[in-house]
């Protein structure tokens, strides 16, 4: 710090009514907070509660956080006492709109399915995710691979060209 910053700050001294002003304010702060948690109803009072925040160590408030934590567990009934029950037309209703999971395991390659099934959307049906990623179903009833070519063009299997 140079000399003439030292200087002005030696002629100011220090401010008292700036202490006396915080001080003021905390201890009003700290009414407060006594006055909500009258009103509140609290049973317990610790002195964490009492202290505003900026006055707490890292440690405390992290302890008062979790104290807290736990209390407003001790609070709440289980979700299940609190969330209606469905009865079982609410249940089928809500279940009717839902897509039906239909488990798929590999039954072979593509033209095997078609061979077996002849049906395209029961082929798609039996398909693994790898394999339904792998080609694609035009409208007009042919299968295609990831590269374009024909696997299948409506009426029978295309060999691929080697």
């Known amino acids: 710090m140079n000399k003439a910053a030292r200087h002005v700050l030696r002629r100011l001294g220090t401010d008292t009514s700036l202490d006396h002003e915080r001080q003021q304010r905390l201890s009003h702060e700290i009414q407060e907070e006594q006055q909500k948690r009258r009103e509140q109803g609290a049973d317990q009072e610790t002195s ?10 890292e440690s405390e408030k992290r302890h008062e956080k979790y104290r807290r934590q736990q209390a407003m567990a001790g ?3 289980p979700a299940a006492e609190r969330l209606p029950i469905m009865t079982a037309e609410e249940r ?7 897509p039906k999971w239909q488990q798929t395991s590999f039954e072979g390659p593509i033209e095997k399915l078609i061979e077996k099934y002849q049906d395209l959307e029961e082929v798609q049906r039996h398909l693994t995710l790898g394999q339904s990623m792998k080609y694609e179903f035009t409208s007009d009833g042919r299968v295609l691979d990831k590269e374009g070519n ?5 009426e029978k299997i295309v060999s691929k060209p080697s």
């Open 48 to 57: 964490f509660e009492t202290m505003p925040e900026e006055m707490l160590t």
């Open 75 to 77: 609070r709440f009934t």
């Open 92 to 98: 089928a209703a809500h279940n009717k709109n839902r």
């Open 150 to 154: 024909v696997i299948f063009d409506g």
